[in-house]
């Protein structure tokens, strides 16, 4: 192996050091104060206030390799390019420098020998064409043009491919994409992205965020010129190594290994699955795909697991759920039917202890997880056997009553085996040709197509990406918040912590760490605490601390892990000295308590096991 992907992503952090960078550990799977997504998607994400304005304690120049998972192409996982999860390098600059230094120092580190020393020849970049909203990109080709780009290696492409927005609001500003040629041998003399994209892939897309957009799509000057850049390192280190997929790099090698171990089915090598193969009834190419699965998502479920997330019927855990179960159902598509993704898992908690620690701290809690979620779904198997043959019965009665003999079962009764009792299409047919009898998987691909586009549509907002709401609504809540933590800790306890929050401006959603149901009496208290607080009308005071300092003084913080070396701790002190709440954060929070109404607990229920959920709004 020439490049491993842990050279990469040390060589990426190393060089930004060396551009007065601060590197800033990655932040949760799991969004603190964005309830627009499922996940952190991208590496800006956790960053947005500071792309708004706010100051970041580690400067104006960061970097780090942030933690990510999108789930909109989850079908599409084992193919050459989809992966659940994957890791975002990026570099930022919070109005410091902007299109040169950005330009000039990406193409140092993709060509210098020291850094990657790719060969210049094999590159080209995409710039913004211009329109309506904006102008033309020149300044970013001239740049381009400058570090020695030929002219016929840049394309001049439109909003869809080369402007950049986190949602329908928000900052936004032209990108320019840099491309790596993955045709046969060297370039074809004049190709380019523009006339020949299916030769190039994308491999770092840098951001100039100079707009912010309004709700009525207008847009106007950021208060500063901001840098965003990502850089997939599943993807270069593919690149680097000249394979077509990540698959086929040390990210994967050792988990497809110790399936191969388990199952005795060995990974096809060299083998390409694109769009125009991915249904393929190939035997390979079948195997290929399920083994990827199965590594795919296991390396997903670690890293979920290690943030808190776990299986459920609900929103994180409801994916965390989803993918463990599809990572079965491949193994039994390998002819394994017995207990084994933690020996998978154990493979993925090795190469990530070191990079991520939490992964290390938790693998036995992840091991766990697992193994509880995978027994579980054995004996959902088991129940949905039990459907089968009660549908097999079902047949026989029919034929008794009409002498009429079934021989197909429809596309209805196999979507609901499926749907309702997590039972898989193949195994459905498998047992029905062993019985003689066929299965509509034309009806039954469509009733699923119809469910995959009702869940699409539903899901759409929570997985397309987005801002954290910074309205006043918004961030009153998330003010709220504080106060509620620290209520439940007078009325219950210092073991309470915060687990998880979603904040909309209608509401918040608060999880936190205790065992029992509140009783009405601690809810009145807890309530009773958050109002007093608002009533004191005590004022925002921001410091900036030493992170162990913060946390030995006792300031109250989840997900410390996350934090950069120096943090940002928020408290409201009233005019009598009593401190309200003192808490490591990195939201908005409203400038004093008497600016948030009246603080009511709508309802309190179980999240998941040993974690409990308040749901409660703000009053005028």
Same mark, same amino acid.
């Given at each position: 192996?020439?490049?491993?992907?842990?050279? =990469?992503?040390?060589?990426?952090?190393?060089?930004?050091?060396?551009?007065?960078?601060?590197?800033?550990?990655?932040?949760?799977?799991?969004?603190? #104060?964005?309830?627009?997504?499922?996940?952190?998607?991208?590496?800006?994400?956790?960053?947005?206030?500071?792309?708004?304005?706010?100051?970041?304690?580690?400067?104006?120049?960061?970097?780090?390799?942030?933690?990510?998972?999108?789930?909109?192409?989850?079908?599409?996982?084992?193919?050459?390019?989809?992966?659940?999860?994957?890791?975002?390098?990026?570099?930022?600059?919070?109005?410091?420098?902007?299109?040169?230094?950005? =330009?000039?120092?990406?193409?140092?580190?993709? $060509?210098?020998?020291?850094?990657?020393?790719?060969?210049?020849?094999?590159?080209?970049?995409?710039?913004?064409?211009?329109?309506?909203?904006?102008?033309?990109?020149?300044?970013?080709?001239?740049?381009? @043009?400058?570090?020695?780009?030929?002219?016929?290696?840049?394309?001049?492409?439109?909003?869809?491919? #080369?402007?950049?927005?986190?949602?329908?609001?928000?900052?936004?500003?032209?990108?320019?994409?840099?491309?790596?040629?993955?045709?046969?041998?060297?370039?074809?003399?004049?190709?380019?992205?523009?006339?020949?994209?299916?030769?190039?892939?994308?491999?770092?897309? #840098?951001?100039?965020?100079?707009?912010?957009?309004?709700?009525?799509?207008?847009?106007?000057?950021?208060?500063?010129?901001?840098?965003?850049?990502?850089?997939?390192?599943?993807?270069?280190?593919?690149?680097? #190594?000249?394979? @077509?997929?990540?698959?086929?790099?040390?990210?994967?090698?050792?988990?497809?290994?110790?399936?191969? *171990?388990?199952?005795?089915?060995?990974?096809?090598?060299?083998?390409?699955?694109? +769009?125009?193969?991915?249904?393929?009834?190939?035997?390979?190419?079948?195997?290929?795909?399920?083994?990827?699965?199965?590594?795919?998502?296991?390396?997903?479920?670690?890293?979920?697991?290690? *943030?808190?997330?776990?299986?459920?019927?609900?929103?994180?855990?409801?994916?965390?759920?989803?993918?463990?179960?599809?990572?079965?159902?491949?193994?039994?598509?390998?002819?394994?039917?017995?207990?084994?993704?933690?020996?998978?898992?154990?493979?993925? %908690?090795?190469?990530?202890? &070191? %990079?991520?620690?939490?992964?290390?701290?938790?693998?036995?809690? =992840?091991?766990?997880?697992?193994?509880?979620?995978?027994?579980?779904?054995?004996? $959902?198997?088991?129940?949905?056997?039990?459907?089968? *043959? @009660?549908?097999?019965?079902?047949?026989?009665?029919?034929?008794?009553?009409?002498?009429?003999?079934?021989?197909?079962?429809?596309?209805?009764?196999?979507?609901?085996?499926?749907?309702?009792?997590?039972?898989?299409?193949?195994? $459905?047919?498998?047992?029905?040709?062993?019985?003689?009898?066929?299965?509509? $998987?034309?009806?039954?691909?469509?009733?699923?197509?119809?469910?995959?586009?009702?869940?699409?549509?539903?899901?759409?907002?929570?997985?397309?990406?987005?801002?954290?709401?910074?309205?006043?609504?918004?961030?009153?809540?998330?003010?709220?918040?504080?106060?509620?933590?620290?209520?439940?800790?007078?009325?219950?306890?210092?073991?309470?912590?915060?687990?998880?929050? &979603?904040?909309?401006?209608?509401?918040?959603?608060? *999880?936190?760490?205790?065992?029992?149901?509140?009783?009405?009496?601690?809810?009145?208290?807890? +309530?009773?605490?958050?109002?007093?607080?608002?009533?004191?009308?005590?004022?925002?005071?921001?410091?900036?601390?030493?992170?162990?300092?913060?946390?030995?003084?006792?300031? +109250?913080?989840?997900?410390?892990?996350?934090?950069?070396?120096?943090?940002?701790?928020?408290?409201?002190?009233?005019?009598?000295?009593?401190?309200?709440?003192?808490?490591?954060?990195?939201?908005?929070?409203?400038?004093?308590?008497?600016?948030?109404? %009246?603080? @009511?607990?709508?309802?309190?229920?179980?999240?998941?096991?040993? =974690?409990?959920?308040?749901?409660?709004?703000?009053?005028?």
């Amino acid at each position: 192996m020439k490049h491993t992907s842990s050279d =990469i992503r040390k060589k990426f952090l190393e060089f930004w050091e060396t551009k007065q960078h601060s590197i800033i550990p990655s932040s949760s799977l799991v969004p603190e #104060n964005d309830p627009s997504v499922l996940f952190n998607t991208a590496g800006m994400q956790p960053l947005v206030p500071y792309l708004l304005g706010e100051t970041h304690p580690s400067g104006t120049r960061l970097s780090n390799a942030q933690k990510c998972i999108r789930t909109t192409d989850l079908d599409e996982v084992g193919d050459d390019t989809h992966l659940t999860f994957f890791e975002m390098l990026g570099n930022w600059s919070l109005g410091d420098y902007f299109k040169e230094e950005s =330009i000039k120092w990406s193409w140092e580190f993709l $060509t210098d020998p020291k850094w990657l020393g790719l060969d210049p020849n094999m590159i080209a970049v995409t710039v913004f064409e211009g329109d309506e909203s904006a102008p033309r990109d020149e300044q970013a080709a001239a740049i381009w @043009k400058l570090v020695g780009m030929p002219e016929d290696r840049i394309s001049y492409l439109g909003a869809d491919d #080369n402007w950049w927005a986190a949602g329908d609001t928000g900052p936004c500003g032209p990108d320019t994409e840099i491309f790596y040629w993955v045709g046969q041998g060297k370039p074809i003399p004049g190709s380019n992205v523009g006339n020949d994209e299916h030769n190039w892939m994308e491999i770092w897309n #840098n951001v100039f965020m100079e707009y912010k957009r309004n709700k009525d799509g207008s847009l106007e000057a950021l208060p500063a010129q901001n840098v965003d850049t990502g850089m997939g390192l599943e993807r270069i280190t593919a690149t680097l #190594n000249g394979v @077509k997929s990540a698959y086929d790099t040390d990210i994967f090698q050792g988990m497809l290994s110790k399936i191969t *171990d388990i199952t005795g089915v060995k990974y096809p090598e060299n083998i390409f699955i694109n +769009e125009l193969n991915f249904h393929s009834e190939d035997e390979l190419i079948q195997r290929a795909k399920s083994m990827r699965i199965v590594a795919d998502h296991v390396r997903t479920s670690v890293l979920l697991i290690s *943030d808190g997330v776990l299986p459920s019927n609900m929103d994180q855990g409801y994916i965390l759920r989803r993918i463990l179960r599809r990572a079965i159902r491949e193994m039994h598509k390998l002819g394994f039917t017995d207990t084994c993704l933690t020996d998978i898992a154990q493979v993925s %908690i090795t190469h990530f202890e &070191n %990079i991520y620690p939490l992964v290390g701290e938790k693998s036995q809690h =992840i091991l766990e997880e697992i193994f509880k979620e995978e027994e579980k779904f054995q004996k $959902t198997i088991t129940s949905g056997l039990r459907e089968f *043959d @009660k549908l097999l019965s079902g047949f026989e009665k029919a034929f008794e009553h009409t002498g009429r003999k079934t021989t197909e079962i429809s596309g209805k009764q196999s979507f609901k085996l499926y749907d309702t009792y997590g039972f898989p299409i193949e195994m $459905t047919v498998e047992l029905a040709a062993e019985h003689g009898l066929s299965v509509d $998987t034309d009806a039954f691909e469509k009733a699923f197509a119809e469910h995959q586009e009702k869940s699409r549509s539903a899901s759409e907002g929570k997985f397309k990406g987005g801002l954290a709401d910074d309205g006043e609504e918004t961030t009153n809540l998330h003010t709220a918040t504080h106060l509620l933590l620290a209520g439940l800790r007078e009325v219950l306890g210092d073991h309470v912590h915060q687990a998880g929050s &979603n904040i909309t401006p209608e509401r918040l959603r608060f *999880d936190f760490n205790h065992g029992d149901k509140l009783t009405d009496e601690q809810k009145q208290a807890v +309530e009773a605490y958050v109002n007093e607080a608002i009533q004191s009308g005590a004022p925002q005071l921001l410091e900036e601390m030493d992170k162990n300092e913060a946390k030995e003084s006792g300031v +109250e913080g989840s997900f410390w892990e996350k934090y950069p070396d120096t943090v940002k701790v928020y408290s409201f002190t009233d005019s009598t000295g009593k401190c309200w709440t003192k808490e490591l954060c990195g939201g908005p929070h409203a400038e004093k308590l008497s600016d948030l109404g %009246i603080f @009511k607990i709508k309802k309190e229920q179980s999240s998941s096991s040993g =974690i409990r959920r308040i749901k409660a709004v703000l009053e005028k």
